[in-house]
């Protein structure tokens, strides 16, 4: 199975911050990897699909990139509504589904 | 809209068994694969396993092969998710979700806490 390695575990960053949170494949999954986007006692929700799409009502501050074993998850300037966790989540060879082991946003 | 309703908590024995109900709604229950995906608190998100609602096929990850069961009613557009043996670990929140090529909707969650 494909393994998503997801750097860094954790991370403080202050508002206006630009963040970067990057997913490694164990194998190349071209495109097929989302990024989603978790708040505490909630459902995640999808923020970018095919490595670069953004979901529809995401705020454009959120952009994806990559193809084949790396990815980025780029926020251009945090918001106060943005501390939370994010995942990756690769689905080439489906089933089965990889997440990335998530990275926690905090506040500074 | 898509929705995914699921059962409410729920709270178990050690050995016992669980069973999470997810009513699809706002699209042709048929149509897309509904997955299963689990987290214990403060950790991370676990797939366990996938169900097509139109041939009734199954498949999980290996570590649940043996005491992971899904079933759906079409008629009610509801998938189902048995898990038996329970152990204290197995003490998460579980989510269904609908996968079109990658996780588009998710239910909101059922937490089962194994306990004695």
């Known amino acids: 199975d494909i393994q998503m390695t997801q750097s860094p575990s954790s991370l403080s960053a202050s508002v206006g911050d630009r963040v970067t949170i990057t997913c490694r494949a164990s194998?190349?999954?071209?495109?097929?990897l989302g990024w989603y986007q978790q708040k505490p006692g909630k459902a995640p929700k999808r923020l970018i699909y095919a490595a670069s799409s953004l979901q529809s009502g995401v705020p454009s501050r959120f952009s994806g990139s990559g193809s084949g074993t790396e990815f980025t998850l780029t926020i251009s300037s945090l918001q106060p509504e943005d501390f939370a966790t994010y995942y990756c989540l690769q689905h080439n060879n489906y089933p089965p589904l990889t997440f990335g082991g998530g990275t926690k946003v905090e506040i500074k | 809209q898509v929705q995914l309703v699921q059962s409410g908590s729920e709270v178990k024995k050690p050995g016992a068994s669980v069973k999470v109900s997810c009513k699809a709604s706002?699209?042709?229950?048929?149509?897309?694969?509904i997955n299963w995906v689990r987290q214990a608190t403060g950790q991370g998100l676990e797939w366990m396993g996938w169900m097509n609602p139109k041939s009734g096929n199954t498949g999980c990850a290996q570590r649940f092969q043996g005491r992971v069961t899904m079933t759906k009613n079409t008629a009610t557009s509801t998938a189902y998710m048995e898990l038996s043996s329970l152990r204290s670990e197995d003490t998460a929140v579980y989510y269904c979700v609908r996968v079109v090529g990658a996780i588009d909707y998710w239910g909101q969650g059922t937490l089962v806490t194994v306990s004695s």
């Open positions: 194998q190349g999954i071209r495109n097929e």
């Open positions: 706002g699209y042709t229950f048929t149509s897309y694969d």
